[in-house]
């Protein structure tokens, strides 16, 4: 049975949840805070107290942030045939691929490799892929994740096109990337089985791991970071500001900017980095 302490301290912790709830509105880092002091007594879990920042942080974040950049994405040619097609899709090890006209080089349509499940590579019929190809969904760089999701639980939908200003294709988003960003990393079967430490999302973002080598970090950077009593660009980083940063904590460093996109109560797994330094000198020459 529990003491009149504790019992006092958890409808006090109680009360103050139901508060922020129902009363004024509050901004999200007090209620983040309130969520914390559920965690450190014990009222909700670890891995509730992740989830629930993460869907916070979904909020303030846009499309831009975790796209698979034009450059990196795997796409099938619409004048492939029935078994180049095949041949992409078994090496590639996705589902879901964007169909482009090689003439226009533009995205005309999204192709599910279910589809052609019951084809057989021995089928004499003639193959067309406009057959297959289902309708692409095309959204702006600065849509926000939460409003995404939505759209995709709505559409029944598991891609979408992004394109940039000017009206071009700039990458890709799929409903994994974005649930990751509430549930962390989604491993499956096609995965790569070595992680990569440093991944591009557009111009100048980018997921940094916390374990990367220093080095390698600057080599990737064009960084001169330096230290020697660490080893990696998080404990580097843990070194520059004096304590341990929490999720969706933002800093700046040599016009870099970081921010944690997962951490846990003893250590930070993955930043997001902005390079402000391409922006800072088109400012200056203009």
């Known amino acids: 049975m529990a003491d009149a302490d504790s019992s006092g301290s958890t409808r006090g912790l109680v009360e103050r949840l139901m508060?922020?709830?129902?009363?004024?509105?509050?901004n999200q880092q007090q209620l983040i805070e309130l969520l914390r002091?559920?965690?450190?007594?014990?009222?909700?879990g670890s891995d509730e107290l992740f989830m629930i920042e993460g869907v916070l942080q979904v909020s303030n974040m846009q499309v831009r942030d975790i796209m698979i950049p034009r450059g990196r994405m795997t796409v099938l040619d619409h004048e492939d045939s029935f078994e180049q097609i095949i041949e992409k899709i078994t090496e590639s090890g996705h589902s879901r691929f964007p169909v482009i006209d090689d003439d226009k080089d533009d995205i005309v349509g999204i192709?599910?490799?279910?589809?052609?499940?019951?084809?057989?590579?021995?089928?004499?019929?003639?193959?067309?892929?406009?057959?297959?190809?289902?309708?692409?969904?095309?959204?702006?760089?600065?849509?926000?994740?939460?409003?995404?999701?939505?759209?995709?639980?709505?559409?029944?939908?598991?891609?979408?096109?992004?394109?940039?200003?000017?009206?071009?294709?700039?990458g890709l988003v799929t409903i994994e990337d974005v649930l990751e960003q509430?549930?962390?990393?989604?491993?499956d079967e096609h995965d790569d089985e070595e992680e990569v430490d440093i991944r591009p999302h557009g111009a100048h973002r980018y997921s940094v791991r916390a374990l990367t080598p220093l080095d390698e970090f600057n080599d990737y950077f064009h960084t001169?970071?330096?230290?020697?009593?660490?080893?990696t660009i998080g404990g580097y980083l843990l070194a520059q500001i004096g304590h341990l940063p929490e999720r969706g904590e933002?800093?700046?460093?040599?016009?870099?900017?970081?921010r944690v996109l997962s951490a846990d109560r003893r250590q930070v797994h993955l930043?997001?980095?902005?390079?402000?330094?391409?922006q800072a000198a088109v400012a200056a020459d203009d």
Request: cysteine-free; aromatic content about 10%.
């Open 224 to 231: 001169a970071f330096h230290s020697d009593d660490v080893e």
């Open 271 to 278: 930043y997001q980095l902005i390079d402000n330094r391409n």
């Open 250 to 258: 933002s800093f700046e460093l040599d016009q870099l900017t970081f």
């Open 111 to 170: 192709l599910l490799a279910k589809d052609l499940l019951q084809r057989s590579l021995h089928d004499d019929s003639r193959f067309e892929i406009n057959d297959y190809i289902r309708p692409a969904t095309f959204i702006p760089e600065s849509k926000r994740l939460s409003v995404l999701l939505k759209e995709f639980r709505n559409n029944h939908s598991h891609m979408a096109m992004i394109v940039d200003e000017y009206g071009g294709v700039s």
């Open 19 to 26: 508060s922020a709830i129902s009363g004024d509105p509050q």
């Open 37 to 44: 002091d559920f965690h450190n007594h014990q009222i909700i």
């Open 182 to 187: 509430i549930v962390g990393d989604i491993d």
